[in-house]
């Protein structure tokens, strides 16, 4: 995909190594072909239609963000509280990715046939009962706490006269229908759809708003093991190197010294060392972290 580029980069030969790695210049500062090279590899498959035009494109673009970032620097916007926070948190990140990467390449490696047929016999209702839910979600602001909503709901017997009840405390609401597969919902949300009836409601509270779903409709679409193995295949590949980061960072923290200050160190706890007994965790719970995590991977 990139041949064409590695190509105008060196194919003067009169010009110096240095030149040669040069594909344009911004004042006194210059764009490299590794640059180039690096944004090109970002776009994936959508470089690969049409190179030559997709590189004059991203070329382009970084001749823009060049310029931009050159006047930014001139009116000293690098040295901004709010910019010099957002280059320290980029670059954390950034490395923090990069270890983390090294760190699971062991995690690379494929499950076995067995595994993949173990996790498919545990989650029928992400395969062998797999179901496709038609749900009508209405969004509720926070009016009304989520207790009261829950409480009328035990006591009204049809979806109109809540949301009339809903209506008359002036609760701001939106309504919309949707159609998931299974393994497109939350797993706790799956459970709970999967012992409900046609217009029974289920009540969600989350952080900005309160989420009623109703159940419309209802039809299964089961996968075969075989259908459903490239998906198991790259789930447990991705949870085995979730649980190596997991396992890494764990290690780090027990190695390194966390002290919390101020207002948080009466609340922080130390971390729990090798000596502190420790309850087992929840061998399930783990599990559906798990599935809610790489769900729509599967």
């Keep these: 995909m990139l041949l064409p580029i590695f190509i105008m980069g060196c194919s003067n030969n009169t010009d110096s190594a ?13 764009v490299t072909v590794h640059q180039l090279n690096y944004e090109m590899g970002l776009l994936g498959s959508a470089a690969a239609q049409n190179t ?5 494109k991203t070329l382009d673009n ?3 963000q060049e310029l931009v970032t050159q006047k930014a620097i001139a009116e000293k916007l690098d ?3 709010q ?3 957002a280059l320290d948190r980029a670059k954390r990140q950034v490395l923090a990715q990069a270890y983390i990467k090294k760190v699971t390449e062991g995690g690379n490696t494929p499950p076995t046939k067995q595994e993949i047929s173990d996790y498919y016999n545990q989650h029928p209702e992400l395969f062998a009962k797999r179901r496709i839910y038609q749900i009508r979600e209405i969004l509720l602001d926070k009016t009304l706490p989520m207790a009261e909503i829950q409480a009328r709901m035990k006591d009204t017997m ?3 006269t809540l949301l009339e009840w809903l209506e008359s405390k002036n609760v701001k609401m939106q309504s919309g229908v949707v159609v998931k597969p299974a393994e497109q919902l939350p797993f706790e949300m799956l459970s709970r759809l999967a012992q409900m009836q046609q217009g029974q ?3 969600v509270e989350t952080p900005s708003n309160i989420s009623l779903s109703v159940l419309m409709d209802v039809r299964d679409q089961p996968l075969t093991e075989a259908q459903a193995t490239p998906a198991i295949e790259r789930f447990l590949v991705a949870q085995k190197r979730e649980k190596l980061a997991e396992a890494e960072i764990k290690r780090l923290r027990s190695e390194a010294k966390v002290e919390l200050l101020g207002k948080f160190a009466a609340q922080g706890k130390a971390p729990a060392t090798e ?16 599935i809610e995590k790489g769900a729509a991977g599967l």
């Design 18 to 30: 240095k030149d040669t790695q040069v594909v344009a210049k911004v004042n006194d500062t210059e």
């Design 52 to 56: 030559d035009k997709v590189a004059e």
């Design 62 to 64: 970084l001749i823009k």
């Design 79 to 81: 040295r901004d509280p």
């Design 83 to 85: 910019v010099m926070q």
């Design 158 to 160: 049809s979806l109109e």
């Design 201 to 203: 409601v289920m009540a």
């Design 275 to 290: 000596s502190t007994p420790k309850e087992k965790p929840d061998q399930k719970s783990n599990d559906n972290d798990f």
